[in-house]
């Protein structure tokens, strides 16, 4: 069977990668083999996202020749295996070209792309598009989707300050499904730091819950959250 290819991208600054990493943490707590690669090579961010911003076997060494694929593959303490970019500047064949190499090593593959990079866009493949939900993000959103197969839209950083855009609004502004809408979680960047995804980190989160769902959405399967909501009724004790 083909592997999965999904494809996380968005503009700079709206969270592809935090979201790319916490997508296949959760397809891997599903059981599924899962790779996920750092699909920039200019400006890569997924090494510092998992820990690694140093590492020493990457993807320029397999577009350079001087590794082989699976050589260049790290796997953490998750399970989940792990092709990063090095941090570079080296001239490199455009890293779309191990597509079909990459889906030989797991059942899924995620790959953080870089903005408007249409070399990756492929209709073999899921596209997932990141945003924040305010008016200009979304409004580049509209233009990055122009002449793109995209599966779907995932709502990053959602305030519950009734500013943001809702996730309503912005469908109708993009005509584009939405697979999830994450609230904003403080500790996030904790969890950054310590170079773990907020699932890992705090499973007990909405944040970590919603993210769950997005991910059993994309697979079609069935995921009930263990976190129950609470009645403000209850939570005062009446």
């Given at each position: 069977?083909?592997?999965?290819?999904?494809?996380?991208?968005?503009?700079?600054?709206?969270?592809?990668?935090?979201?790319?990493?916490?997508?296949?943490?959760?397809?891997?707590?599903?059981?599924?083999?899962?790779?996920?690669?750092?699909?920039?090579?200019?400006?890569?961010?997924?090494?510092?996202?998992?820990?690694?911003?140093?590492?020493?076997?990457?993807?320029?060494?397999?577009?350079?020749?001087?590794?082989?694929?699976?050589?260049?593959?790290?796997?953490?303490?998750?399970?989940?295996?792990?092709?990063?970019?090095?941090?570079?500047?080296?001239?490199?064949?455009?890293?779309?070209?191990?597509?079909?190499?990459?889906?030989?090593?797991?059942?899924?593959?995620?790959?953080?792309?870089?903005?408007?990079?249409?070399?990756?866009?492929?209709?073999?493949c899921d596209l997932l598009l990141v945003t924040q939900p305010d008016f200009p993000s979304v409004m580049d959103i509209?233009?990055?989707?122009?002449?793109?197969?995209?599966?779907?839209?995932?709502?990053?950083?959602?305030?519950?300050?009734?500013?943001?855009?809702?996730?309503?609004n912005i469908h109708q502004l993009l005509s584009l499904p939405v697979l999830g809408v994450i609230p904003e979680e403080?500790?996030?960047?904790?969890?950054?730091?310590?170079?773990?995804?907020?699932?890992?980190?705090?499973?007990?989160?909405?944040?970590?819950?919603?993210?769950?769902?997005?991910?059993?959405?994309?697979?079609?399967?069935?995921?009930?959250?263990?976190?129950?909501?609470?009645?403000?009724f209850t939570r005062l004790g009446l």
């Open positions: 069977m083909m592997s999965k290819v999904f494809l996380v991208s968005g503009n700079a600054g709206q969270g592809k990668t935090t979201v790319a990493k916490n997508l296949a943490f959760c397809l891997k707590s599903f059981g599924f083999d899962v790779l996920l690669v750092d699909g920039d090579v200019k400006t890569p961010k997924l090494g510092y996202h998992a820990g690694m911003p140093l590492a020493e076997r990457t993807i320029q060494d397999v577009l350079l020749g001087v590794r082989k694929l699976e050589d260049a593959v790290y796997h953490s303490g998750s399970g989940l295996k792990l092709l990063l970019s090095s941090l570079n500047v080296v001239n490199v064949p455009h890293p779309s070209v191990l597509l079909s190499q990459l889906r030989k090593l797991a059942d899924i593959v995620v790959i953080d792309v870089p903005t408007n990079d249409h070399r990756w866009y492929r209709p073999d509209q233009k990055l989707s122009r002449g793109c197969k995209v599966r779907g839209l995932v709502i990053n950083r959602m305030h519950s300050d009734n500013v943001d855009l809702s996730a309503g403080p500790i996030m960047r904790e969890a950054l730091r310590h170079g773990y995804s907020i699932v890992e980190y705090h499973p007990e989160l909405v944040a970590s819950n919603v993210l769950k769902q997005f991910a059993a959405k994309l697979m079609n399967l069935e995921y009930q959250s263990p976190v129950q909501e609470v009645s403000l």
